[in-house]
Each structure stands twice: as C-alpha cells, then as structure tokens.
C-alpha cells in the first residue's frame, strides 16, 4: 500500500488544484458523483466478505444474511427517525474507528485491547472534528436538519483540541515504548498535516468526497480484493464490481428515491445523510470483522 499513498497525495493535491477551475454546484456533481461510485462500491461486497469471514463456522444462507443485513440497515433508519441525536452520535463515534481502523491503526501495539481499540478511535474522531472545525457552520446546519434542533459550533472546536491532545499523547507514548511501529506514526502524522491542508482549502463536500474515496474507499476496495481473491488485479476488480452491482445499484436506487420525494423539502439533507448512516451500520463491523481477521497471529 506503500505505493498507493504516494498517489494518495498526488490526487489529493490534484483536487485541490482542480477546485479552482470548478464552482460549487459544479464541485457538488463531481463530489457526489464519487461518493455515489467509489464510496458506495467499498460496501457493496459486505454479504461476500460475512460469507468469507465466518468461514465453515456458518451454515446461514445467502438469502438470511441479506435479509440481516437489510434488517439492520432499515433498523438504522428507524433509528434515526426516533432517536436523531442519538443516532447521530452513534454514526459519529462507530464511523470515527472505522476511519481510524483503515489507516491500518488496528496493528497488535503490545498494550492493553482497551488502548489498542481507542487509538484508532481517537485517530478517527480527530480526523473527522478536523473537517468539521474548518466548516463548522455548515456542519451546524446538517446537524440541524437532522436532529432538529440547534447546536452550538463550539462543541466541534472542543472536540478537536481533546481529541487532538489524547491522540498525540498516545503517539508519544508508542513512540517511545514501541520502535518498530515509529515509522508507520511518523506516517500517520503526515498524514494528518495533508488532511489539514485539504480541509482548510476545499469545500465541506469536496473536501469530504476527496478524504472518503482517496484516503478511505479505494484504500478499503484494494484490501477487499486481495482478503477476498488472494491478489489485486484487473481481473480482481471486475469481478469484485459484478458481485457488488446489485447492492451499489439498490443503494443508488434508495437515494434516487429519497430525492425524488424530498428534494424541495428541508429535510432531505437529514434523509439523506441518515440514509449513508444506515447503510454504514453494518459495513463498519463487516470491515472489522476482516481487518482482524488479515491480521498473522
């Protein structure tokens, strides 16, 4: 993956450099347009990736973890329609280790489980409040629609500063405790100092959309493929897209239908985004499920 991250930043840097020729309706449609291919096709294998990871363990059909896994995703919904605030938060802080968990921050850091699960949560929590803290009042104005009721921007800025003062704590400390993890921190860091550029520089969503697919969605297909087919090839991929069509077009197919029905009501932007949520439930502990699993004993 060495490779993939110097890509990483050159099409990082390529966005933003592209964000000057573009408006912002014209940065939506492309954002979107990624979210809805790249970003929606990292979850589209879910059902493939239970089957491999539960192994011979299982004898439950195809047909009973679609049925699950849709279960969940309605649940989801449901949820945040009862309970917005708390579904929200829930959303944040599962999504947070998610993000955190794919950077590769899930490695065996000879401490305790409790540390080693809070690391990549942390780092996740402070990549998130990152992008909020630069577009806090935009942020505001979701939230808003989604929970509705206001909510103060400065909670974000805390947020940052506590997570941000935990996480570099921690990195301290397994750079001094930890030698052969140094590099991958020193990594990581960089990182974090790309992100800041790229948030600070670029719109809510296209700064969003470029972290998501570049630094999150591709990064999780290319990982996918070689857990699931053993290599990463062309070959690979295609098949990895044909078996997750059905499900990417369902989706798409659910968010084409939420904008037809709600497009010029206030609360799409809560629909929708409730919508991403429900169907990330069940993708974030598919993916931790076969990260862990990857990982030599």
């Known amino acids: 993956m060495l490779k993939y ?3 990483a930043i050159v099409a990082s840097f390529f966005c933003l450099w592209l964000d000057s020729f573009f408006g912002e309706k014209a940065q939506i449609i ?3 347009s990624l979210i809805f291919t790249f970003g929606i096709l990292h979850g589209a294998n879910d059902l493939i990736l239970i089957k491999r990871t539960n192994g011979a363990k299982t004898n439950i059909s195809f047909q009973k973890n679609l049925l699950y896994y849709i279960l969940v995703v309605v649940s989801g919904l449901l949820f945040f329609y009862i309970l917005p605030i708390v579904a929200l938060l829930l959303f944040i802080l599962v999504s947070a280790f998610h993000f955190g968990d794919q950077q590769g921050l899930y490695l065996d850091l000879g401490t305790s489980k409790y540390i080693q699960v809070m690391y990549p949560f942390i780092y996740g929590i402070f990549i998130l409040f990152l992008l909020f803290f630069f577009h806090s009042h935009e942020v505001e104005n979701i939230v808003t629609d989604i929970i509705r009721f206001k909510v103060s921007t400065l909670f974000i800025k805390e947020t940052l500063l506590i ?3 935990i996480l570099m704590s921690l990195s301290a400390y397994f ?9 991958k921190l020193e990594t990581e860091l960089f990182f974090l100092l790309v992100f800041a550029i790229l948030f600070k520089t670029s719109g809510l969503i296209w700064g969003f959309a470029i972290y998501f697919v570049i630094w999150h969605s591709i990064p999780s297909i290319l990982d996918q493929i070689r857990f699931i ?6 070959k ?10 059905f499900y990417w077009l369902a989706s798409i197919l659910g968010i084409g239908l939420l904008y037809f029905l709600f497009r010029d009501k206030e609360i799409f932007n809560a629909l929708f985004f409730s919508f991403l949520a429900a169907i990330t439930f069940p993708h974030v502990f598919v993916i931790l499920k076969m990260m862990h699993k990857s990982i030599p004993k």
């Open 229 to 234: 087919y053993g290599d990463i090839s062309l």
């Open 175 to 183: 750079y001094w405790r930890i030698a052969s993890i140094r590099s």
């Open 163 to 165: 997570s941000g003062f």
């Open 30 to 32: 492309i954002a979107f």
């Open 5 to 7: 991250t110097h890509f």
């Open 236 to 245: 690979n991929f295609k098949t990895y897209c044909k078996n997750g069509f």
